[in-house]
């Protein structure tokens, strides 16, 4: 699916367009329309922990999202080896409105509990 950006990524500005991929279960490629040398891992947050955080109006408005509105939530993943050495970017999430492909990244308060570099295996049942 492709998606168009309603506000800049975060040191990315120049991105108007990704194309969504699903990887498997847990894990999407995000690519840039524009450049295809610009592409990102995904993960879906809600496999390794409780995740939550208030979607503002202004995020509604951009991505033209209402109440019942199909929204996908996605943070970047820094994939490493072994895997359970990745890092989650949860501070700063992706929300995908896919009934209208429009997608807008989201830069969470520092006050709240999530981190920026997260390794995976902190969320590892051991």
Do not use: C, W
């Not at 450049?35 to 033209?64: C, M, W």
């Not at 199909?70 to 895997?83: E, R, Y």
């Amino acid at each position: 699916m492709i998606f168009d950006i309603s506000a800049p990524i975060l040191g990315f500005e120049s991105i108007k367009q990704v194309k969504l991929e699903k990887i498997d279960d847990i894990f999407m490629k995000m690519q840039a329309v524009e450049d295809e040398h610009i592409s990102f891992t995904l993960i879906d947050p809600f496999v390794l922990r409780e995740y939550d955080f208030e979607v503002t109006k202004s995020v509604e408005d951009a991505i033209g999202a209402a109440k019942d509105s199909n929204l996908l939530v996605l943070n970047i993943v820094l994939i490493q080896t072994p895997i359970e050495d990745s890092i989650v970017n949860f501070i700063g999430p992706l929300v995908f409105n896919t009934d209208n492909k429009k997608a807008i990244q989201i830069i969470l308060p520092e006050s709240t509990k999530y981190g920026v570099a997260e390794k995976i295996s902190a969320f590892l049942k051991k």
